[in-house]
């Protein structure tokens, strides 16, 4: 199983990036998959997941400015981050495993993409 990310880069406040994270070796339709954040110095968060009936959640403070989604037929895992703030920097890291358990408990992991937001 592997996970790839994509999509990180550099923005100023209030713009936009999409995260991609291509999924290998599963069906990830039949997986919650999410997506988690870390900055230096602070814990991992999560930040939303989707699982096998499309069902998601949010990070109270990424809601209404986050869309978490995935296409089936490729594989792939998205998250559309709008409105960015200097607090979204972090690495962000593309998870998943059979079914929405707590984050440290997530099967697969993949490498991470960097998020960058200047104010």
């Known amino acids: 199983v592997q996970l790839v990310e994509s999509g990180g880069g550099s923005v100023q406040a209030g713009g936009s990036l999409r995260l991609s994270c291509t999924a290998s070796?599963?069906?990830?339709?039949?997986?919650?998959m999410g997506w988690f954040r870390q900055a230096p110095g602070k814990e991992r968060e999560r930040v939303a997941t989707?699982?096998?009936?499309?069902?998601?959640t949010y990070a109270y403070s990424v809601k209404g400015r986050f869309t978490i989604s995935k296409d089936n037929a490729k594989n792939t895992l998205y998250l559309q981050m709008n409105s960015l703030k200097s607090d979204d920097t972090a690495m962000y890291y593309c998870?998943?495993?059979?079914?929405?358990?707590?984050?440290?408990?997530?099967?697969?992991w993949g490498q991470g993409t960097q998020v960058t937001v200047s104010s």
């Open positions: 998870a998943a495993d059979r079914w929405c358990v707590a984050t440290p408990y997530f099967s697969y």
């Open positions: 070796g599963y069906s990830g339709s039949s997986y919650c």
């Open positions: 989707i699982d096998s009936d499309g069902g998601t």
